[in-house]
Antibody, heavy 117, light 110 residues
Framework: QLQLQESGPGLVKPSETLSLTCTVS??????????WGWIRQPPGKGLEWIGN???????YYSPSLKSRVTISVDTSKNQFSLKLNSVTAADTAVYYC?????????WGQGTLVTVSS | QTVVTQEPSFSVSPGGTVTLTCGLS?????????PSWYQQTPGQAPRTLIY???TRSSGVPDRFSGSILGNKAALTITGAQADDESDYYC??????????FGGGTKLTVL
């Protein structure tokens, strides 16, 4: 059974960089079938697609976040990562990683990241 | 920028049928947008219900169905149950590798 697990700091200061890693187990991140994505959800609000990455390193980003986002992949560790720079309180959210084959079929449990000084 | 629209809230009686929709602020939704639907209860990760317009994800009861109705994607729940009370999100493929979620619909079963 495929599992995804987000990890990273739960508290980030304004103007700094949010960094999260998603570890994939029970399957290979190098599969040619899938993209690996990040989605976030501010408290009490809806879901927002951030972007995704293919095992080769090809990426797609939400136009609204593109200037601040970098998604990378480490196939040797079966992990992919999210960096969001110049964060503000508006970036406070639960961040999910997910496998994407068109739709999102497997999700991590999510991790809350709070932006506060 | 095109916005994906959903009803903010909906209510249905137990045993009843409800149709939630997913539209565009400009234009019509077609199968080319590969609409998919997700169910989320508080504190939980979303669960995939429907993908590619009408294909049910593994383990999803057949009382959940997807379609295109007019110019929108639709999720119909037939014979609503109490544990269907959740938030429902659609997501559409906008092309060029970009996906956009709708704002979600809060479904109440009462």
């Amino acid at each position: 059974q495929l599992q995804l697990q987000e990890s990273g700091p739960g508290l980030v200061k304004p103007s700094e960089t949010l960094s999260l890693t998603c570890t994939v187990s029970g399957g290979s991140i190098s599969s040619s079938t899938y993209y690996w994505g990040w989605i976030r959800q501010p408290p009490g609000k809806g879901l927002e697609w951030i972007g995704n990455i293919y095992y080769s390193g090809s990426t797609y980003y939400s136009p609204s976040l593109k200037s601040r986002v970098t998604i990378s992949v480490d196939t040797s560790k079966n992990q992919f990562s999210l960096k969001l720079n110049s964060v503000t309180a508006a970036d406070t959210a639960v961040y999910y990683c997910a496998r994407q084959v068109g739709p999102f079929d497997y999700w991590g449990q999510g991790t809350l990241v709070t932006v506060s000084s | 920028q095109t916005v994906v629209t959903q009803e903010p809230s909906f209510s249905v009686s137990p045993g009843g049928t409800v149709t939630l929709t997913c539209g565009l602020s400009s234009g019509s939704v077609s199968t080319s947008y590969h609409p998919s639907w997700y169910q989320q209860t508080p504190g939980q990760a979303p669960r995939t219900l429907i993908y590619s317009t009408k294909t049910r994800s593994s383990g999803v009861p057949d009382r959940f169905s997807g379609s295109i109705l007019g110019n929108k994607a639709a999720l119909t729940i037939t014979g609503a149950q109490a544990d269907d009370e959740s938030d429902y999100y659609c997501v559409l493929y906008m092309g060029s590798g970009i996906w956009v979620f709708g704002g979600g619909t809060k479904l109440t079963v009462l």
